[in-house]
């Protein structure tokens, strides 16, 4: 038996404010027409089949908003589903009728199977992160069965797409633009389990990037620390010195960079800072703007640059890892 959830994903429009065009946004949206695998496939009760459908509504009548629309076919897994409901209404048939009991549990293999496919979604938004940064913020989505309202999916963060005209106008990084099927067949290759502790470093690196996407831009500090996190799992091995580590290994990786050195030591410097109390924050929610906030800012854009960067020729030259020698010249 299969069963289809269809998702509707609203995407965010460009502002006057991000450097990118309407283009580079449309480029990432048609990408998920073609996307042909996802990267779970494993649901407990259902497992995934295919992708039925996609679709993009471009000029959607309820909002002004494109929408992405999925319509993901999963199988049933027949023995084991007809297992566990059996089990479940033994254990409750004096409460409700057998029928009654049947269809709650029916009801709630859909919405587990709903919440797995959401947590696929958020993958496939922060792979095509990697894939075009910047391009793709959701707004708001849902998952649908039989026509009706399953969960509604909030805001997923893009930590990039504001950061864009800092990134350009310091020239240092430059992305590509890359397939979305390219870095979802990267992460497939890897056979990393995302409902798990991260088993090597690139995976712990992966998994500090997708927490970027649940900050909704509020929070420049986890940003910051969550960025850090991914480039040393990346770059660094070990011992003392990590910040000539980063320093030196990074400009292999993404090239060359005028005064390099001095912003990697503040960016470093702000972390300890922070991490220490030694450095003032601001309450929760409050509208204050200080020197501080910039501080901030300007090492976790940098910082979340790098590491997109870094994932970006990692995938492009189809490498597991960013491993460096030290070599003595002849």
Same mark, same amino acid.
């Given at each position: 038996?299969?069963?289809?959830?269809?998702?509707?994903?609203?995407?965010?429009?460009?502002?006057?404010?991000?450097?990118?065009?309407?283009?580079?946004?449309?480029?990432?949206?048609?990408?998920?027409?073609?996307?042909?695998?996802?990267?779970?496939?494993?649901?407990?009760?259902?497992?995934?089949?295919?992708?039925?459908?996609?679709?993009?509504?471009?000029?959607?009548?309820?909002?002004?908003?494109?929408?992405?629309?999925?319509?993901?076919?999963?199988?049933? +897994?027949?023995?084991?589903?007809?297992?566990?409901?059996?089990?479940?209404?033994?254990?409750?048939?004096?409460?409700?009728?057998?029928?009654?009991?049947?269809?709650?549990?029916? +009801?709630?293999?859909?919405?587990?199977?709903?919440?797995?496919?959401?947590?696929?979604?958020?993958?496939?938004?922060?792979?095509?992160?990697?894939?075009?940064?910047?391009?793709?913020?959701?707004?708001?989505?849902?998952?649908?069965?039989?026509?009706?309202?399953?969960?509604?999916?909030?805001?997923?963060?893009?930590?990039?797409?504001?950061?864009?005209?800092?990134?350009?106008?310091?020239?240092?990084? +430059?992305?590509?633009?890359?397939?979305?099927?390219?870095?979802?067949?990267?992460?497939?290759?890897?056979?990393?389990?995302?409902?798990?502790?991260?088993?090597?470093?690139?995976?712990?690196?992966?998994?500090?990037?997708?927490?970027?996407?649940?900050?909704?831009?509020?929070?420049?500090?986890?940003?910051?620390?969550?960025?850090?996190?991914?480039?040393?799992?990346?770059?660094?091995?070990?011992?003392?010195?990590?910040?000539?580590?980063?320093?030196?290994?990074?400009?292999?990786?993404?090239?060359?960079?005028?005064?390099?050195?001095?912003?990697?030591?503040?960016?470093?410097?702000?972390?300890?800072?922070?991490?220490?109390?030694?450095?003032?924050?601001?309450?929760?929610?409050?509208?204050?703007?200080?020197?501080?906030?910039?501080?901030?800012?300007?090492?976790?854009?940098?910082?979340?640059?790098?590491?997109?960067?870094?994932?970006?020729?990692?995938?492009?030259?189809?490498?597991?890892?960013?491993?460096?020698?030290?070599?003595?010249?002849?």
């Amino acid at each position: 038996m299969t069963e289809t959830i269809a998702v509707d994903l609203e995407v965010w429009r460009r502002s006057k404010i991000d450097a990118l065009s309407d283009e580079q946004i449309i480029n990432a949206i048609d990408d998920f027409v073609l996307v042909n695998t996802l990267i779970i496939k494993d649901y407990d009760l259902y497992y995934f089949k295919s992708i039925k459908a996609a679709t993009v509504d471009r000029h959607s009548k309820k909002r002004y908003y494109p929408t992405i629309r999925l319509e993901i076919e999963c199988e049933l +897994r027949q023995e084991k589903y007809s297992k566990e409901r059996q089990d479940f209404i033994n254990y409750n048939k004096g409460y409700e009728s057998i029928e009654k009991l049947g269809k709650e549990f029916d +009801r709630s293999a859909i919405s587990e199977l709903s919440a797995r496919i959401i947590n696929e979604l958020r993958l496939l938004v922060v792979a095509s992160n990697i894939a075009r940064p910047g391009a793709i913020k959701i707004k708001s989505g849902g998952t649908y069965h039989n026509g009706e309202l399953i969960d509604e999916i909030g805001s997923i963060y893009n930590p990039i797409r504001h950061d864009l005209k800092y990134i350009n106008k310091d020239g240092w990084i +430059r992305f590509r633009d890359l397939e979305l099927n390219q870095v979802l067949n990267w992460i497939l290759e890897k056979r990393y389990d995302f409902e798990n502790y991260s088993k090597n470093k690139t995976h712990t690196a992966f998994n500090a990037f997708s927490h970027l996407h649940v900050l909704y831009g509020e929070d420049s500090i986890l940003g910051l620390i969550w960025s850090l996190i991914g480039i040393e799992a990346l770059y660094c091995s070990g011992g003392p010195g990590v910040t000539n580590q980063i320093f030196e290994r990074t400009q292999l990786v993404l090239g060359n960079r005028e005064g390099y050195k001095q912003k990697l030591k503040d960016m470093y410097n702000i972390r300890s800072r922070l991490l220490h109390g030694q450095l003032g924050v601001s309450y929760a929610g409050s509208v204050i703007y200080e020197k501080n906030d910039k501080e901030i800012y300007d090492s976790t854009w940098l910082a979340t640059a790098i590491l997109t960067a870094s994932f970006q020729v990692m995938i492009f030259k189809d490498i597991d890892k960013l491993e460096f020698e030290l070599t003595l010249k002849q």
